[in-house]
């Protein structure tokens, strides 16, 4: 877990999930061991690459209107968003 | 304008392999940097297949210039930890096939590597490359003696300040103490108006001062701030600038081409400066 900001050049490693409470702006891998269930949360999901597990995701080029906090976790896919309210529902 | 670069050297070279040559100046923020991501562009432009290596651990900027940072999944030290394949930490150049950029880890510092591993690592670049171009560190420690540890040939940048130039002429004497001969200087951030005024060295000062072969001179631009910006290098823009068409014009240099040098008194000409030379060439 994260209190506060991540920002671009930095990364973090973690073996579970990883919570920023802040902007997400770097490199975020969770699961470096190989969980392929573990998640990435942010506050503001603006980030370089998302890494879970042995995936690796870009963030979109564009930036989206308004943030959200938001949780990315992997599908059969790939590695997805979907904003932390849509998330809990499912 | 000053001595002419000898094609003659460089068509020996090539044709025949790749060619390993080290960007590197002593100082730092002088444009090695910019230099590499200009020049590796405008070669690959050119045809070549070109590798560009950040030999700056701990603190990379090379993927950042080339608008790459978001592709950088594995860095040179897994390569070297024999985590991953080599091609697996080449970052192909979205806009330019030929390019492909070897990164450098952010995490660790210039001790995590040896010049030994470092020279394996890019003599195994130089058998898929035509040219391999490393980023040197600043400093003369560890970093540097990584970055040219397998170099032929070495471009050293420095700007027309004395402490650049100073800390240039120091690296050329560690380059020739380290067997590297071809040795060619590009000076970064001229300012024309500035040496006319006689407020800063002129090409020829810095010349006198280093004795190395000119291989081009790039002058100070705005645009270079804003090419390092968005990530574009300048010469992909489709209206080359002045610095664009400098960068483009030493890697034509390094193909062997004979280019002439920019004058770049006339490229800030303006209708006053004209005005002003008028009135002091008029006989009274």
Same mark, same amino acid.
């Given at each position: 877990?994260? %209190?506060?900001?991540?920002?671009?050049?930095?990364?973090?490693?973690?073996?579970?999930?990883? %919570?920023?409470?802040?902007? %997400?702006?770097?490199?975020?891998?969770?699961? =470096?061991?190989?969980?392929?269930?573990?998640?990435?949360?942010?506050?503001?999901?603006?980030?370089?690459?998302?890494?879970?597990?042995?995936?690796?995701?870009? =963030?979109?080029?564009? %930036?989206?209107?308004?943030?959200?906090?938001?949780?990315?976790?992997?599908?059969?896919?790939?590695?997805?968003?979907?904003?932390?309210?849509?998330?809990?529902?499912? | 304008?000053?001595?002419?670069?000898?094609?003659?050297?460089?068509?020996?070279?090539?044709?025949?392999?790749?060619?390993?040559?080290?960007?590197?100046?002593?100082?730092?923020?002088?444009?090695?940097?910019?230099?590499?991501?200009?020049?590796?562009?405008?070669?690959?432009?050119?045809?070549?297949?070109?590798?560009?290596?950040?030999?700056?651990?701990?603190?990379?900027?090379?993927?950042?210039?080339?608008?790459?940072?978001?592709?950088?999944?594995?860095?040179?030290?897994?390569?070297?930890?024999?985590?991953?394949?080599?091609?697996?930490?080449?970052?192909?150049?979205?806009?330019?096939?030929?390019?492909?950029?070897?990164?450098?880890?952010?995490?660790?510092?210039?001790?995590?590597?040896?010049?030994?591993?470092?020279?394996?690592?890019?003599?195994?670049?130089?058998?898929?490359?035509?040219?391999?171009?490393?980023?040197?560190?600043?400093?003369?420690?560890?970093?540097? &003696?990584?970055?040219?540890?397998?170099?032929?040939?070495?471009?050293?940048?420095?700007?027309?300040?004395?402490?650049?130039?100073?800390?240039?002429?120091?690296?050329?004497?560690?380059?020739?103490?380290?067997?590297?001969?071809?040795?060619?200087?590009?000076?970064?951030?001229?300012?024309?108006?500035?040496? &006319?005024?006689?407020?800063?060295?002129?090409? &020829?000062?810095? &010349?006198?001062?280093?004795?190395?072969?000119?291989?081009?001179?790039?002058?100070?631009?705005?645009?270079?701030?804003?090419?390092?910006?968005?990530?574009?290098?300048?010469?992909?823009?489709?209206?080359?600038?002045?610095?664009?068409?400098?960068?483009?014009?030493?890697?034509?240099?390094?193909?062997?081409?004979?280019?002439?040098?920019?004058?770049?008194?006339?490229?800030?000409?303006?209708?006053?400066?004209?005005?002003?030379?008028?009135?002091?060439?008029?006989?009274?």
């Amino acid at each position: 877990m994260v %209190l506060g900001d991540l920002n671009p050049g930095s990364s973090v490693v973690a073996d579970g999930d990883i %919570l920023v409470w802040g902007r %997400l702006r770097g490199v975020a891998h969770a699961g =470096a061991s190989g969980n392929t269930q573990c998640r990435i949360m942010a506050l503001q999901m603006q980030p370089t690459q998302l890494r879970i597990a042995d995936q690796v995701a870009r =963030a979109p080029e564009s %930036l989206p209107a308004q943030f959200h906090p938001e949780i990315a976790y992997i599908t059969p896919e790939g590695i997805r968003i979907a904003r932390a309210v849509d998330f809990s529902k499912k | 304008m000053v001595s002419c670069y000898p094609p003659v050297v460089y068509s020996r070279v090539l044709g025949l392999m790749s060619r390993v040559i080290v960007v590197t100046s002593g100082k730092g923020g002088v444009g090695k940097t910019t230099s590499t991501a200009n020049l590796g562009m405008a070669l690959a432009r050119l045809g070549r297949q070109v590798a560009l290596v950040d030999a700056d651990f701990g603190l990379r900027n090379l993927d950042l210039l080339l608008g790459l940072e978001n592709r950088v999944v594995y860095t040179a030290l897994e390569v070297i930890a024999g985590e991953c394949r080599l091609e697996q930490a080449l970052v192909k150049d979205k806009r330019q096939n030929q390019l492909a950029l070897l990164p450098a880890a952010q995490n660790r510092n210039k001790d995590a590597v040896t010049p030994e591993q470092m020279k394996k690592l890019i003599q195994d670049l130089s058998e898929k490359f035509d040219y391999v171009l490393v980023d040197c560190p600043a400093g003369i420690e560890l970093g540097f &003696q990584n970055a040219i540890a397998a170099a032929q040939e070495a471009l050293v940048v420095t700007t027309p300040e004395i402490a650049a130039v100073r800390d240039a002429d120091r690296v050329v004497g560690l380059l020739e103490a380290e067997r590297i001969k071809q040795i060619h200087l590009i000076i970064n951030r001229l300012r024309p108006g500035m040496v &006319q005024a006689n407020d800063m060295m002129s090409v &020829q000062d810095v &010349q006198e001062i280093l004795s190395i072969p000119l291989i081009g001179v790039v002058p100070d631009d705005e645009r270079v701030i804003v090419s390092t910006n968005r990530g574009e290098p300048l010469v992909l823009a489709e209206k080359l600038s002045i610095a664009g068409m400098a960068f483009e014009n030493i890697a034509r240099r390094l193909e062997g081409e004979r280019v002439d040098f920019i004058d770049l008194n006339v490229a800030q000409d303006n209708f006053l400066s004209r005005l002003r030379r008028l009135f002091r060439s008029s006989p009274r």
